[in-house]
């Protein structure tokens, strides 16, 4: 599943080749996929000027003009491509957004049909409220992440994957990040200390930070815009790594259930 660092690339790839296009042409073929009538959607974005991205989390926003916004969520297997203007949809592509200067087009492919990208009836501030999404995981403070840790009586992993304490961690990073932390993760998130949430924050922001550099983890259906897969699988250290040697002591990665989620972890390393 697409976290953070997938659709900050994403949005990086389209940023260079999309600002100041103009839709042209919408054609829906999937109405859940956008959230409303076919026509309504149409309705508005034909003519719109695509001004300016922006990501929170997991979520792509395109504003464009008359304030109008798109949101874009991945969810499992959406894909969101740049393709010739010609080029014909297949039974997975849900919307085509035809553009002009230069003449693409932008298609939404999602197999397992669970991504949206929607018009945004407010503000994106007013959106974030809504879904009660946390800060980015690449802005939260350490305050507001320790504060969360305190409040809860669940296990750090659970409180990682919670959308609203902070946005943008899935489960390939949380478990990347806890492995790089020595912290087990079924591991009460109230235990940590002041400077362990600190030194667990700096690892969030460097593990997206290479993830972003490595144009994202590519396990199953993530491309780019271009439709090219990431690289930051090369450097996972346990996520589907289990039966595999830990990088860090040699014993076997186990795989087991934590928060609801297969989890990958180092029985020695993180064992605290
Ligand atoms: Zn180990």
Partial sequence: MPELPEVENLARGLSARILGATILEARCHFPAAVGSEPECFAEAVLGRRIQELHRHGKYL?????????????????????????????????????????????????????????KVLEGSISRFVEEKKLGADALEISVETLYRAFQKTSRSIKAVLLDQRVLAGLGNIYTDEVL???????????????????????????????AAIRGRGTTISDYVDARGESGSFQNSLRVYSRAGLPCPRCGRQIVKSRVAGRGTYSCPVCQSR
């Fill in 61 to 117: 926003f395109f504003l464009m003009d008359r304030d109008v916004v798109l949101a874009l969520h991945l969810r499992m297997t959406g894909q969101l491509l740049l393709v010739p203007p010609d080029q014909k949809p297949d039974k997975h592509t849900h919307l085509e957004l035809l553009l002009s200067d230069p003449r693409q087009k932008i298609v939404f492919r999602d197999v397992r049909k669970f991504g949206r990208i």
């Fill in 179 to 209: 492995f790089r932390e020595q912290i087990s993760p079924l591991r009460k998130a109230c235990s940590c200390s002041y400077e362990q949430t600190a030194s667990l924050r700096r690892t969030i922001r460097s593990v997206l930070r």
